[in-house]
């Protein structure tokens, strides 16, 4: 989707990770890579792993085995982190009484960065308006935009977005989509995890798809709607019975959704239409289904056949 | 290191807590000046008179002492709670992933703006407490004589007080029971261990927090009304006392580390 200018982005690589909060395994020896100049969808379930991933990688928590590395470094070992990774991690993490400018001040200071970004970034947002005002008097739209301006105060070549379109009403939806695309266009890594899907799937150029932990599937958006899409055809007729006979005896998988609606697995258009027109199948419809980014998500996470459907790259 | 501490320097000042215990500091100060001259004049009939011994010269100079017992462990309190109150904690070991530059920047700060708070609290009485003194017929310089005795004390027992407050939020992080432990402990606690170690054990308990700092802020304490009222307390030397409230402050900061800041933060 993107054409990145010269990168100016880092890879973050997520090999092996994993962790345990007690008996729980939230992170599964998750393995993935986001590239430069791209804009990765980190997608998932409640629960998925997401966010305790993204925070392994900030360094907040400590993995019980793995790594993740941004340019081949830990966060805590990078001589510059806020000048090289940008974080957005919950747009609740503000005093109240603190004026926005000061917060960014403040921030801007613990990164070593010219407090005069704190202006540069408030204008990025769209906040100069409300820099005096405090915190605590801001919408939770705003305070995701204040969020945002936090993590590009140092001018940072990687983006971590947790979540960044809570809140956002649809105009700060949009804009937050093509200021992503724009910054990925200027060659920074950006990895954002979201589970508004619609919306991701104009975002997004890659996606990281994990369910209880686990990778389910990493690639393209394209390869893997691609796969998916080709996966799951839905046949409506009203010889169901005949179409899963022979269905059944040319060895393809299926699931009889209704009376007169069979879901046709692993075939494309191009494999079915021919098998119907040869047993001469009446059909009233034949839709291809799983061809956007909701559906695949909900058939990966939901355990559907993702691991022969669309694998890992 | 540098970017850390004015970054927090920035922080504690936009946190309004600190304001209100710097604006609680003032009256505070001007109600143990109160009671000073009325000591000197004797309590009973509410004469007033100027200080002439060298304890009431030392009270009057020290008369922020009593507020700082108890201000300067909250401002600890609220430098490092605010921050798990307000969640803040997450975006601050983001932008300083390496946490011992963030607890080394909060002592730092913390001593900072105890140390203004001393200096505040003698500025209140130079201010008012001599003029005050001096129209009761008292002699100004025979006051500012003992300043020498009494300065140094009062400062590094407010910082030391604040290194207290901090180190009890860090061990507990909340910033109701952080308070609650700092003050309930000085205040209530405290007396009622003393009490029991001499009247069960016949045992001076003076290594608890504020019969440590009384020791280090001296004649403040032993006089009556800065501080400590008992006069029967063998108090440690005034190194001794020093060090065993500089242990009061690092014990559980260094326990606050381990047990709370190293751990995950989700």
Same mark, same amino acid.
């Given at each position: 989707m993107s054409t990145p200018s010269?990168s100016r982005g880092l890879p973050i690589e997520i090999?092996?990770?994993?962790?345990?909060?007690?008996?729980?395994?939230?992170?599964?020896?998750l393995d993935f890579v986001v590239e430069p100049g791209r804009v990765t969808g980190f997608l998932g379930p409640n629960?998925s792993g997401k966010t305790?991933t993204l925070?392994?990688l900030?360094?907040?928590?400590?993995?019980?085995?793995?790594?993740?590395?941004i340019?081949?470094?830990?966060?805590?070992?990078?001589?510059?982190?806020?000048?090289?990774v940008g974080a957005v991690l919950?747009?609740?993490?503000?005093?109240?009484?603190?004026?926005?400018?000061?917060?960014?001040?403040?921030?801007?200071?613990?990164?070593?960065?010219?407090?005069?970004?704190?202006?540069?970034?408030?204008?990025?947002?769209?906040?100069?308006?409300?820099?005096?005002?405090?915190?605590?008097?801001?919408?939770?739209?705003?305070?995701q935009?204040?969020e945002l301006?936090?993590a590009l105060?140092?001018?940072p070549d990687v983006l971590i977005l947790d979540e960044p379109s809570n809140g956002l009403?649809p105009q700060g939806i949009a804009w937050l989509r093509d200021f992503m695309r724009y910054l990925a266009g200027e060659g920074r890594t950006i990895l954002v995890s979201s589970h508004l899907l619609a919306e991701m799937a104009q975002t997004i150029d890659d996606a990281v798809i994990v369910s209880?932990?686990?990778l389910k599937a990493q690639g393209t958006l394209e390869s893997i709607t691609a796969g998916v899409a080709?996966?799951?055809?839905?046949?409506?007729?009203?010889?169901?019975?005949?179409?899963?006979?022979?269905?059944?005896?040319?060895?393809?998988?299926?699931?009889?959704?209704?009376?007169?609606?069979?879901?046709?697995?692993?075939?494309?258009?191009?494999?079915?239409?021919?098998?119907?027109?040869?047993?001469?199948?009446?059909?009233?419809?034949?839709?291809?289904?799983g061809a956007d980014l909701e559906s695949i998500f909900l058939s990966l996470t939901?355990?559907?056949?993702f691991?022969?459907l669309a694998q890992p790259t | 290191?540098?970017?850390?501490?004015?970054?927090?320097?920035?922080?504690?000042?936009?946190?309004?807590?600190?304001?209100?215990?710097?604006?609680?500091?003032?009256?505070?100060?001007?109600?143990?000046?109160?009671?000073?001259?009325?000591?000197?004049?004797?309590?009973?009939?509410?004469?007033?008179?100027?200080?002439?011994?060298? %304890?009431?010269?030392?009270?009057?100079?020290?008369?922020?002492?009593?507020?700082?017992?108890?201000?300067?462990?909250?401002?600890?309190?609220?430098?490092?709670?605010?921050?798990?109150?307000?969640?803040?904690?997450?975006?601050?070991?983001?932008?300083?992933?390496?946490?011992?530059?963030?607890?080394?920047?909060?002592?730092?700060? &913390?001593?900072?703006?105890?140390?203004?708070?001393?200096?505040?609290?003698?500025?209140?009485?130079?201010?008012?407490?001599?003029?005050? %003194?001096?129209?009761?017929?008292?002699?100004?310089?025979?006051? &500012?004589?003992?300043?020498?005795?009494?300065?140094?004390?009062?400062?590094?027992?407010?910082?030391?007080?604040?290194?207290?407050?901090?180190?009890?939020? &860090?061990?507990?992080?909340?910033?109701? &029971?952080?308070?609650?432990?700092?003050?309930?402990?000085?205040?209530?606690?405290?007396?009622?261990?003393?009490?029991?170690?001499?009247?069960?054990?016949?045992?001076?308990? %003076?290594?608890?927090?504020?019969?440590?700092?009384?020791?280090?802020?001296?004649?403040?304490?032993?006089?009556?009304?800065?501080? %400590?009222?008992?006069?029967?307390?063998?108090?440690?030397?005034?190194?001794?006392?020093?060090?065993?409230?500089?242990?009061?402050?690092?014990?559980?900061?260094?326990?606050?580390?381990?047990?709370?800041?190293?751990?995950?933060?989700?």
């Amino acid at each position: 989707m993107s054409t990145p200018s010269p990168s100016r982005g880092l890879p973050i690589e997520i090999s092996e990770l994993t962790k345990h909060f007690g008996s729980v395994l939230a992170v599964d020896h998750l393995d993935f890579v986001v590239e430069p100049g791209r804009v990765t969808g980190f997608l998932g379930p409640n629960g998925s792993g997401k966010t305790t991933t993204l925070r392994m990688l900030l360094g907040l928590v400590t993995p019980n085995a793995g790594r993740a590395t941004i340019g081949g470094r830990f966060y805590r070992d990078l001589p510059d982190p806020s000048g090289t990774v940008g974080a957005v991690l919950e747009a609740t993490s503000f005093h109240p009484a603190r004026r926005a400018r000061t917060h960014l001040r403040m921030v801007a200071r613990a990164g070593g960065h010219d407090e005069a970004r704190a202006d540069v970034v408030l204008d990025l947002v769209g906040l100069t308006a409300d820099a005096q005002r405090k915190v605590g008097g801001f919408s939770m739209g705003m305070r995701q935009r204040l969020e945002l301006a936090s993590a590009l105060i140092g001018d940072p070549d990687v983006l971590i977005l947790d979540e960044p379109s809570n809140g956002l009403d649809p105009q700060g939806i949009a804009w937050l989509r093509d200021f992503m695309r724009y910054l990925a266009g200027e060659g920074r890594t950006i990895l954002v995890s979201s589970h508004l899907l619609a919306e991701m799937a104009q975002t997004i150029d890659d996606a990281v798809i994990v369910s209880h932990g686990q990778l389910k599937a990493q690639g393209t958006l394209e390869s893997i709607t691609a796969g998916v899409a080709q996966a799951s055809m839905h046949a409506r007729t009203p010889e169901a019975d005949r179409l899963c006979a022979v269905l059944t005896e040319a060895g393809v998988r299926f699931r009889r959704l209704s009376v007169d609606l069979v879901a046709v697995d692993g075939m494309t258009p191009e494999q079915l239409g021919p098998l119907l027109a040869t047993n001469q199948i009446i059909l009233y419809e034949l839709t291809n289904e799983g061809a956007d980014l909701e559906s695949i998500f909900l058939s990966l996470t939901a355990g559907l056949g993702f691991g022969e459907l669309a694998q890992p790259t | 290191m540098i970017d850390t501490v004015r970054s927090e320097l920035l922080k504690i000042r936009s946190v309004p807590g600190v304001w209100v215990c710097f604006g609680l500091a003032f009256p505070l100060t001007a109600l143990i000046m109160w009671a000073v001259f009325a000591s000197a004049g004797g309590f009973p009939g509410h004469t007033y008179s100027f200080v002439s011994t060298v %304890n009431q010269k030392r009270d009057l100079l020290g008369a922020g002492y009593f507020g700082i017992t108890f201000l300067a462990p909250v401002l600890g309190v609220i430098c490092i709670t605010s921050e798990y109150r307000h969640k803040t904690i997450t975006s601050t070991f983001v932008l300083t992933p390496r946490r011992e530059r963030v607890l080394a920047a909060k002592m730092l700060v &913390t001593g900072w703006w105890c140390l203004l708070m001393a200096l505040l609290s003698l500025v209140v009485v130079i201010a008012a407490g001599l003029p005050w %003194n001096a129209a009761l017929g008292g002699v100004t310089s025979q006051v &500012t004589a003992q300043l020498g005795a009494v300065v140094p004390g009062l400062v590094v027992a407010s910082i030391l007080f604040g290194l207290f407050g901090l180190g009890f939020g &860090t061990l507990v992080k909340n910033q109701v &029971t952080g308070i609650l432990l700092t003050i309930g402990g000085t205040f209530i606690l405290e007396p009622l261990l003393v009490a029991l170690a001499r009247g069960v054990f016949h045992y001076d308990l %003076n290594w608890l927090p504020s019969a440590a700092a009384a020791a280090l802020a001296g004649s403040l304490a032993r006089g009556g009304l800065g501080g %400590n009222h008992d006069v029967t307390t063998h108090y440690l030397p005034w190194w001794a006392g020093g060090l065993v409230m500089l242990a009061w402050g690092l014990i559980p900061l260094a326990l606050g580390y381990f047990t709370t800041v190293r751990r995950d933060v989700t």
